[in-house]
C-alpha cells in the first residue's frame, strides 16, 4: 500500500481502497457507508452482523441439502438465491461471482461441480469476515481516538 | 426508457435533494431481510412512508386488504409467489402504481421475462440512490399530470 499512513481515518480508507482492489469489496459497500452517516453509529455493524449471520445460516443448509444421498437441488437453489441477494447487498464481489458460478452447477445438478465451488463460496465468505473484522476494528480504533481526543481538551 | 432495463448511466440523474417526497408510499417486496432493511432506509432517505412485504402473496394480500402504495420495489425470485406472479396478479387487480422489479445480475433475458408481466422498470439489486431518485422523479411527474 503506497504511502502508508498512521491516520486511523487514512488507514481504514486505504485497506477499503485495497478490498475493492482485490475484488473482495465493491461500490454496494460504499453505498452501505454513505447510508451510515445518516443512520445510527453502529448501523455498518449490525448490518454486517445481520449479513454473516444470515449467510452462516445458508451456508448450513446447503451443506445439509448437498450432504444428502439423493442432493436436494431446490434447497441450494433457494437458499443460494437468499444468499446471494444478502452478498450483493452487502457489496461482497467475489462471493457474490462465488455464489453465481455455484447457482449454475445447482440449476445443472452436477454434484461434483457444487461441491468444488461450494468450497470456493465458504473460502470467500471466510475472506469477507475477515475483511470486515478488520473494518471493524479499524473503526473502534478511530472511535476510542477521537474519544480521547475529546477528554484531552482543557474545559 | 420505460419498459426497459435501463443502467443508471443512461438515466437523467437529479440530486436526491430534490425529490424529498413527504406524500409517497412505496412496499418493498424481497425475501431478504437485508435487501428489504437497506431498500427501507434508501426510501425513507426521500421522505417515503415505507412498508414490507416478505414475498408477493404478502404484497398481494395488502393490496386486496385495500391497501395502496405509489411505488411497489418487487423482487424476482421469492418463496410462496414470486415477482412475475404477484406483479400479474396485481395488474390483472387494476393496480396502478409503478411496479419496479429487482432482480440479479443474471442477464437480460431475466428482465425481459418480468417486464413483461406488467413492470414499469426493472433494474439490478440492490437499488442505488441514484436510481430511487430517477424512479420518484418519474414518480412525481406521473402525479403532476394526474
Same mark, same amino acid.
Given at each position: 500500500?503506497?504511502?502508508?499512513?498512521?491516520?486511523?481515518?487514512?488507514?481504514?480508507?486505504?485497506?477499503?481502497?485495497?478490498?475493492?482492489?482485490?475484488?473482495?469489496?465493491?461500490?454496494?459497500?460504499?453505498?452501505?457507508?454513505?447510508?451510515?452517516?445518516?443512520?445510527?453509529?453502529?448501523?455498518?455493524?449490525?448490518?454486517?452482523?445481520?449479513?454473516?449471520?444470515?449467510?452462516?445460516?445458508?451456508?448450513?443448509?446447503?451443506?445439509?441439502?448437498?450432504?444428502?444421498?439423493?442432493?436436494?437441488?431446490?434447497?441450494?437453489?433457494?437458499?443460494?438465491?437468499?444468499?446471494?441477494?444478502?452478498?450483493?447487498?452487502?457489496?461482497?464481489?467475489?462471493?457474490?461471482?462465488?455464489?453465481?458460478?455455484?447457482?449454475?452447477?445447482?440449476?445443472?445438478?452436477?454434484?461434483?461441480?457444487?461441491?468444488?465451488?461450494?468450497?470456493?463460496?465458504?473460502?470467500?465468505?471466510?475472506?469477507?469476515?475477515?475483511?470486515?473484522?478488520?473494518?471493524?476494528?479499524?473503526?473502534?480504533?478511530?472511535?476510542?481516538?477521537?474519544?480521547?481526543?475529546?477528554?484531552?481538551?482543557?474545559? | 426508457?420505460?419498459?426497459?432495463?435501463?443502467?443508471?448511466?443512461?438515466?437523467?440523474? /437529479?440530486?436526491?435533494?430534490?425529490?424529498?417526497? #413527504? #406524500?409517497?408510499?412505496? =412496499?418493498?417486496?424481497?425475501?431478504?431481510?437485508? =435487501?428489504?432493511? =437497506?431498500?427501507?432506509?434508501?426510501?425513507?432517505?426521500?421522505?417515503? !412512508?415505507?412498508?414490507?412485504?416478505?414475498?408477493?402473496?404478502?404484497? %398481494?394480500?395488502?393490496?386486496?386488504?385495500?391497501?395502496?402504495?405509489?411505488?411497489?420495489?418487487?423482487?424476482?425470485?421469492?418463496? %410462496?409467489?414470486?415477482?412475475?406472479?404477484?406483479?400479474?396478479?396485481?395488474?390483472?387487480?387494476?393496480?396502478?402504481?409503478? /411496479?419496479?422489479? %429487482?432482480?440479479?445480475?443474471?442477464?437480460?433475458?431475466?428482465?425481459?421475462?418480468?417486464?413483461?408481466?406488467?413492470?414499469?422498470?426493472?433494474?439490478?439489486?440492490?437499488?442505488?440512490?441514484? /436510481?430511487?431518485?430517477? =424512479?420518484?422523479?418519474?414518480?412525481? !411527474?406521473?402525479? #403532476?399530470?394526474?
Amino acid at each position: 500500500m503506497a504511502g502508508s499512513s498512521t491516520d486511523p481515518t487514512q488507514q481504514l480508507n486505504d485497506y477499503i481502497r485495497t478490498m475493492h482492489d482485490q475484488g473482495i469489496l465493491d461500490d454496494n459497500f460504499d453505498q452501505l457507508l454513505a447510508l451510515r452517516r445518516e443512520q445510527n453509529p453502529r448501523f455498518i455493524t449490525e448490518l454486517i452482523s445481520m449479513f454473516t449471520n444470515d449467510a452462516e445460516a445458508y451456508i448450513a443448509e446447503i451443506t445439509n441439502a448437498l450432504s444428502l444421498t439423493e442432493v436436494d437441488f431446490s434447497t441450494i437453489i433457494s437458499k443460494l438465491h437468499q444468499l446471494k441477494g444478502s452478498t450483493s447487498g452487502i457489496g461482497g464481489h467475489r462471493m457474490y461471482q462465488a455464489c453465481c458460478e455455484l447457482r449454475v452447477a445447482a440449476d445443472d445438478g452436477d454434484k461434483d461441480r457444487c461441491d468444488e465451488l461450494f468450497l470456493r463460496v465458504k473460502e470467500e465468505f471466510n475472506t469477507l469476515k475477515q475483511c470486515f473484522d478488520s473494518i471493524s476494528e479499524m473503526r473502534r480504533n478511530i472511535i476510542s481516538n477521537g474519544t480521547r481526543r475529546r477528554r484531552r481538551r482543557p474545559l | 426508457m420505460s419498459g426497459n432495463g435501463a443502467s443508471s448511466s443512461s438515466l437523467n440523474m /437529479i440530486s436526491g435533494e430534490d425529490v424529498v417526497n #413527504n #406524500n409517497l408510499s412505496a =412496499l418493498v417486496v424481497d425475501d431478504s431481510p437485508l =435487501l428489504r432493511l =437497506l431498500h427501507d432506509i434508501h426510501l425513507k432517505k426521500y421522505g417515503l !412512508k415505507v412498508q414490507v412485504a416478505e414475498n408477493g402473496k404478502v404484497a %398481494v394480500d395488502l393490496f386486496h386488504l385495500g391497501a395502496s402504495f405509489d411505488l411497489v420495489l418487487m423482487d424476482k425470485e421469492m418463496p %410462496v409467489m414470486n415477482g412475475v406472479e404477484a406483479t400479474k396478479e396485481l395488474r390483472a387487480m387494476g393496480v396502478t402504481s409503478m /411496479i419496479v422489479g %429487482v432482480t440479479s445480475k443474471d442477464g437480460p433475458g431475466e428482465q425481459q421475462a418480468f417486464m413483461e408481466a406488467g413492470l414499469d422498470y426493472c433494474f439490478e439489486k440492490p437499488l442505488t440512490p441514484e /436510481i430511487i431518485s430517477f =424512479l420518484l422523479e418519474e414518480l412525481n !411527474k406521473h402525479n #403532476n399530470k394526474n
